[in-house]
């Protein structure tokens, strides 16, 4: 007998992909492609993709109608559990210089850039960002934060900013999104008699802010998967 024929669209190894569930063709929900627009917001503010492929992707995941339209975005990310977590590199010359004023804030002027700060750092007591048009992702979760509360302002507009917050740190957020912004804040606004508490103001319009913990990443994890 002749031998069996290989399927034409062999199932793929990956066990957490949609498609390695079976499930590729499933609708996905507007929950879903707002996780992946994280992860792709979260790729360019560390510098895997650029600014253009992140306004590409983006329109590509809101368009999404399956589990098949969303995976290619961000399969060549290393969005899960292992990736790099390492302390930044050195400031680049083209990047405009951050500095210390006589308050002990730190203030970063990089607008139309990418701005990251992540890993080991040390956290003053007020952080001023101003980076519209551009990509901001500060997070605290393995930084030195010698104080109880911690004030961040930014200005965010017609770009993307995500601060991600270490557990049991709470937030009160008031930032002005007024002008075709997004705000998502998914943290305790309720301070504690302990952990940080980050007091966030601002402006974002036409853009994006999260407010959040970290959840990690897996395609596992998406509502239609997890079922």
């Known amino acids: 007998m002749p031998p069996n024929p290989v399927p034409p669209n062999p199932v793929p190894s990956d066990p957490e992909s949609p498609a390695g569930s079976g499930r590729g063709r ?22 895997r993709i650029t600014l253009d492929e992140l306004d590409e992707r983006l329109d590509a995941a809101y368009a999404a109608r399956t589990y098949d339209d969303l995976q290619p975005l961000t ?20 990047r405009p210089p951050e500095f210390r004023d006589g308050g002990g804030a730190l203030v970063i002027r990089s607008p139309g850039t990418t701005v990251s700060r992540k890993g080991h750092w040390q956290v003053p007591p007020r952080i001023e960002v101003d980076n519209p048009y551009g990509s901001t992702r500060l997070d605290f979760r393995e930084a030195y934060i010698p104080t109880t509360l911690v004030e961040v302002h930014l200005n965010a507009s017609w770009g993307s900013a995500a601060l991600i917050l270490p557990e049991g740190a709470t937030a009160e957020v008031d930032v002005d999104t007024a002008w075709f912004g997004s705000l998502r804040v998914d943290v305790d606004s309720v301070r504690r008699t302990s952990g940080t508490h980050f007091v966030i103001t601002g402006q974002c319009h036409g853009g994006g802010l999260s407010v959040r913990y970290k959840r990690p990443f897996s395609w596992a994890n998406l509502g239609g998967l997890g079922s």
């Open 26 to 47: 499933m609708r996905v929900s507007d929950a879903e492609r707002d996780q992946v627009a994280e992860v792709l917001r979260e790729a360019a503010a560390e510098g």
């Open 75 to 94: 399969e060549d990310l290393p969005s899960g559990p292992g990736a790099p977590t390492g302390p930044l590199p050195p400031v680049v010359d083209n």
